[in-house]
């Protein structure tokens, strides 16, 4: 069972960049999936979530209308598109699986990332000129 975080790099303040979240030895298909983030000296927080059974979003406010996160039953994948990148979404960010049952409270579990069941091992993302 893994959770592979990939995508991530250096950008230039208003980039662009797509991270992935691919699955093995199980499917998205019972899980919500989270994408967090932590930057340095901070908590890790909840950026964008999407559950499985109704396809329900949960976006931060910090990044409502920049960020959109999809998935790709198919493949297996969650993506979280990032658009105008700012300097403070800088962090590593993660992505963590959560067992459709506990989804049905996504917002009591969106707070509380250690309760999550898999976690990907994360991916830089720095926004810099």
């Known amino acids: 069972v893994q959770l592979q975080a990939s995508g991530g790099g250096l950008v230039q303040p208003g980039g662009s960049l797509r991270l992935s979240c691919d699955a093995s030895?199980?499917?998205?298909?019972?899980?919500?999936v989270g994408w967090f983030r932590q930057a340095p000296g901070k908590e890790r927080e909840a950026v964008s979530c999407?559950?499985?059974?109704?396809?329900?979003?949960y976006y931060a406010d910090s990044v409502k209308g920049r960020f959109t996160i999809s998935r790709d039953n198919a493949k297996n994948t969650v993506y979280l598109r990032m658009n105008s990148l700012k300097p403070e979404d800088t962090a590593v960010y993660y992505c963590?699986?959560?067992?459709?049952?506990?989804?049905?409270?996504?917002?009591?579990?969106?707070?509380?990332?250690?309760?999550?069941?898999?976690w990907g091992q994360g991916t830089q993302v720095t926004v810099s000129s």
């Open positions: 963590a699986a959560l067992t459709f049952i506990r989804a049905v409270d996504l917002e009591h579990y969106r707070r509380r990332p250690s309760l999550w069941d898999y």
């Open positions: 030895g199980f499917t998205l298909d019972y899980y919500a």
């Open positions: 999407i559950n499985s059974r109704d396809g329900n979003t």
